[in-house]
C-alpha cells in the first residue's frame, strides 16, 4: 500500500527555516515524481516545487524560488523540502504528493490533478 507522511512542520518566526520530510513506504521514488504543495486557509491548495524521478529536476513556483529546496534520498524512500527566510504567507498545511512516472520522460510539474497520492500534511505556521 503506497502510503505518504509528512513531518517537521512548526510554528517559526518570520526569517526562520524549517525542513520539511515525507516518507514513502509501498512504493520506490525512482518511478514517481514528487511534489510539495500547500493550502491556506480559504485558499486553494497550490505547487511549490516539484522533483522528477528519473533525474532529479527541479521545479520551484515562483513565490519560493531561492528560499525552498526540494530534495530527495531515494535509499531512504523520503523526500524534503528546506524551506528558508520564511515570511507570513508561507503558513499554510504542506502537503506532498507522488504521480506515477515510470517512463522518466515527463518533467514533474506542479499542477495538483497530476498526482495520485497524497500526506496527510503538515503545518507550518511563521508567526512573530
Known amino acids: 500500500q503506497l502510503q505518504l507522511v509528512e513531518s517537521g512542520g512548526g510554528l517559526v518566526q518570520p526569517g526562520g527555516s524549517l525542513r520539511l520530510s515525507c516518507a514513502a513506504s509501498?512504493?520506490?521514488?525512482?518511478?514517481?515524481?514528487m511534489g510539495w504543495f500547500r493550502q491556506a486557509p480559504g485558499k486553494e491548495r497550490e505547487g511549490v516545487s516539484c522533483?522528477?524521478?528519473?533525474?532529479?529536476?527541479?521545479k520551484y513556483a515562483d513565490s519560493v524560488k531561492g528560499r525552498f529546496t526540494i530534495s530527495r534520498d531515494i535509499a531512504k524512500k523520503t523526500v524534503y523540502l528546506q524551506v528558508n527566510s520564511l515570511k507570513p504567507e508561507d503558513t499554510a498545511v504542506y502537503y506532498c504528493?507522488?504521480?506515477?512516472?515510470?517512463?522518466?520522460?515527463?518533467?514533474?510539474?506542479?499542477?495538483?490533478?497530476?498526482?495520485?497520492?497524497w500526506g496527510q500534511g503538515t503545518q507550518v505556521t511563521v508567526s512573530s
Open positions: 504528493a507522488a504521480e506515477f512516472e515510470p517512463t522518466g520522460h515527463a518533467m514533474c510539474d506542479t499542477y495538483p490533478d497530476k498526482y495520485g497520492y
Open positions: 509501498g512504493f520506490t521514488l525512482d518511478y514517481y515524481n
Open positions: 522533483i522528477s524521478s528519473s533525474d532529479g529536476r527541479t
